[in-house]
Nanobody, 122 residues
Framework: QVQLVETGGGLVQAGGSLRLSCTASGLSFTSYTMGWFRQAPGKEREFVAAVSWSGTALYADSVKGRFTISRDNAKNTVYLQVNSLKPEDTAVYYC????????????????WGQGTQVTVSS
């Protein structure tokens, strides 16, 4: 049974930072591209960042230069360092896994976590 468990969300002031983590189990981690998506109230889920098994990363334009995705294949964990947070970054952040070699921005990932809330106050 595949599980993706996100941690690290919370309440932070604008300009602050958080480190989100997602630990995967039940899958061959290095066979999967890992992605982070987010969904704000009343909005559609959107792509944030993704990283391939080899470390190739891709970011949404809205987070470039502020967010950094990385992975530790030995720990089956993907991270999202979020800096210079803005109120518009407030959302539930979801980790996802897709069995592929490339990095992908679309929502057709194979597995999803339950999400972790990030709230940025102004």
């Amino acid at each position: 049974q595949v599980q993706l468990v996100e941690t690290g969300g919370g309440l932070v002031q604008a300009g602050g930072s958080l480190r989100l983590s997602c630990t995967a189990s039940g899958l061959s981690f290095t066979s999967y591209t890992m992605g982070w998506f987010r969904q704000a109230p009343g909005k559609e889920r959107e792509f944030v960042a993704a990283v391939s098994w080899s470390g190739t990363a891709l970011y949404a334009d809205s987070v470039k230069g502020r967010f950094t995705i990385s992975r530790d294949n030995a720990k089956n964990t993907v991270y999202l360092q979020v800096n210079s947070l803005k109120p518009e970054d407030t959302a539930v952040y979801y980790c996802a896994a897709r069995r592929t070699l490339g990095v992908h921005t679309t929502l057709d990932y194979d597995y999803w976590g339950q999400g972790t809330q990030v709230t940025v106050s102004s």
